[in-house]
């Protein structure tokens, strides 16, 4: 008797779970399926089709729009904000979490700031400076710029970097370790699921982002996916025989490499053991 009220709240959990995450899919298949059909509809039979199946929407995507250009150049505009943020996360966060130099606390409240400022404020003095001062319009580098240091990743590493225990930076500077060799050989291993959710969050950022290539660059062969699919969706989609799968099948273009990704890197995702790093 006591072992089935122990299991009856375990059981409504995972009921409840199980609903949340069926909410949670059902955009998204809808998304999917409509994406291949000839004839979205919102009618119950639209959730467990027999037929209609085509890939046309797509085609009709890639005839308007060149689909592979343009995932290349979000690939690129995403790679280099990633390398960004990684580097000078790491490097930054390090830095204001283990080494002891005068305004490391300024700094710290000034990246707080930073981060309670919209960037779209800033977006248009942005463009004056990257447009006209550096002459970076219509150019990856310029896309890239404005993202290439995350202050949200630099406060993750700086509370993770915190939590690593003092014990092992002291033992790697005694055996002749400098501050890079820390980095990289004893914090970086540690801190690995930290890197990947990183990696994950800034990932969905650029990749989605908008407003600035839009902004930023005029030519068409430099425009990211996000920008050309915002584009096809406003202007072309309409005119075409099928607009709603259209229009899913851009949605789907869009989110189906952020769904890979964190599909392969999902078993990044596990508890750190650091104490196991600290002897006696």
């Not at 930054?92 to 409240?109: C, E, K, Q």
């Not at 404020?121 to 310029?142: A, E, F, H, K, N």
């Not at 990947?196 to 650029?206: A, E, K, M, Y």
């Not at 068409?220 to 709603?244: D, E, F, G, R």
Request: aromatic share 12%.
């Amino acid at each position: 008797m006591m072992r089935r009220r122990r299991s009856l709240p375990r059981i409504l959990s995972i009921i409840l779970l199980t609903i949340a995450a069926i909410g949670f899919a059902f955009p998204f298949y809808f998304m999917v399926v409509g994406a291949f059909q000839e004839s979205p509809t919102n009618s119950p039979s639209a959730l467990l089709p027999t037929s209609g199946w085509t890939v046309e929407n797509f085609v009709a995507i890639d005839s308007r729009i060149d689909l592979v250009g343009s995932l290349l150049n979000s690939l690129i505009f995403t790679a280099g904000v990633l390398l960004g943020t990684v580097v000078f996360g790491l490097l930054a966060g390090y830095a204001i979490a283990r080494l002891d130099f005068r305004g490391r606390g300024v700094i710290w409240v000034l990246m707080l700031l930073v981060q309670m400022v919209p960037f779209q404020l800033l977006m248009i003095p942005l463009y004056v400076q990257i447009t006209r001062s550096y002459g970076l319009g219509d150019s990856y580098l310029g896309m890239i710029l404005p993202f290439l240091i995350n202050t949200t990743a630099v406060f993750i590493f700086v509370q993770f970097f915190k939590a690593l225990p003092v014990e092992i930076f002291e033992a790697a500077r005694i055996d002749g370790a400098g501050e890079i060799r820390l980095l990289t050989s004893v914090a970086l291993p540690l801190i690995r699921p930290v890197l990947v959710t990183v990696v994950l969050v800034t990932f969905i950022g650029p990749w989605n982002e908008f407003l600035w290539p839009f902004l930023i660059t005029k030519d068409a062969s430099l425009q990211p996916l996000a920008v050309s699919l915002a584009n096809y969706i406003s202007n072309v989609a309409q005119s075409t025989a099928n607009p709603n799968g259209a229009i899913l099948a851009g949605a789907t273009a869009l989110a189906f490499p952020v769904v890979i990704l964190f599909v392969v890197f999902q078993r990044f995702f596990k508890a750190t053991d650091l104490g196991a790093a600290v002897k006696g």
